[in-house]
């Protein structure tokens, strides 16, 4: 009986503490963190000083680098007319690479229908974003096919070069158009 007495008291000095309490609360100055209002008008704060940057997620808080800059997207690294006048000028060549990023163009080896124990392959070096005329550099090989092995065969400048005149001369004409 004792200790059902004392729990009674227990609860009794519990719900007169409570009670005492609450009616003090109307002269209780809550902290600024606590209170809604002020949470209400700094969370406006906070949301307009987030000028479209994602909402709800850990990168809201602070800027890495001191940027926060918004991901455009990957822009090409060459200059875009020479390197659609590359394509188009080995557009008859099956492509093993294409580079933008890098500015190279490399084509398999081609053989000619018309002279089958002929071969070339081209690859084109694009280094720079400006369309000049040192901006394009062909590097041309062919092979001959001999005793049934294909062999190296050295090729003229004029030919090289004729390629890159090609391929500057459509670009211009691309950017004309």
Same mark, same amino acid.
């Given at each position: 009986?004792?200790?059902?007495?004392?729990?009674?008291?227990?609860? /009794?000095?519990?719900? /007169?503490?409570?009670?005492?309490?609450?009616?003090?609360?109307?002269?209780?100055?809550?902290? *600024?963190?606590?209170?809604?209002?002020?949470?209400?008008?700094?969370?406006?704060?906070?949301?307009?000083?987030?000028? &479209?940057?994602?909402?709800?997620?850990?990168? *809201?808080? $602070?800027? =890495?680098? &001191?940027?926060?800059?918004?991901?455009? &997207?990957?822009?090409? &690294? #060459?200059?875009? /007319? =020479?390197?659609?006048?590359? =394509?188009?000028?080995?557009? $008859?060549? %099956?492509?093993?690479?294409?580079?933008?990023?890098?500015?190279?163009?490399?084509?398999?080896?081609?053989?000619? %229908?018309?002279? %089958?124990?002929?071969?070339?392959?081209?690859?084109?070096?694009? =280094?720079?974003? @400006?369309? @000049?005329?040192?901006?394009?550099? #062909?590097? $041309?090989?062919?092979?001959?096919?001999?005793?049934?092995?294909?062999?190296? #065969? !050295?090729?003229?400048?004029?030919? @090289?070069?004729?390629?890159?005149?090609?391929? /500057?001369?459509? !670009? @211009?004409?691309?950017?004309?158009?």
């Amino acid at each position: 009986m004792n200790h059902r007495n004392k729990s009674i008291k227990n609860i /009794l000095f519990s719900i /007169l503490l409570i009670s005492i309490l609450s009616g003090c609360a109307s002269s209780f100055n809550m902290p *600024d963190w606590l209170d809604a209002e002020t949470a209400i008008k700094r969370d406006a704060e906070r949301e307009a000083k987030q000028d &479209g940057r994602p909402k709800g997620k850990i990168q *809201d808080n $602070f800027i =890495l680098f &001191g940027t926060d800059k918004k991901d455009t &997207g990957a822009t090409i &690294g #060459v200059n875009a /007319l =020479l390197w659609r006048a590359s =394509l188009d000028t080995v557009s $008859f060549m %099956p492509l093993e690479q294409a580079d933008p990023y890098g500015g190279i163009i490399m084509t398999e080896w081609y053989t000619n %229908p018309d002279k %089958p124990n002929e071969r070339y392959k081209i690859t084109i070096y694009i =280094l720079d974003t @400006r369309l @000049r005329a040192d901006a394009i550099r #062909v590097s $041309f090989f062919m092979q001959q096919l001999v005793n049934g092995e294909w062999t190296n #065969v !050295a090729t003229s400048d004029e030919t @090289r070069i004729a390629l890159e005149n090609s391929i /500057l001369t459509k !670009a @211009r004409q691309f950017k004309q158009e």
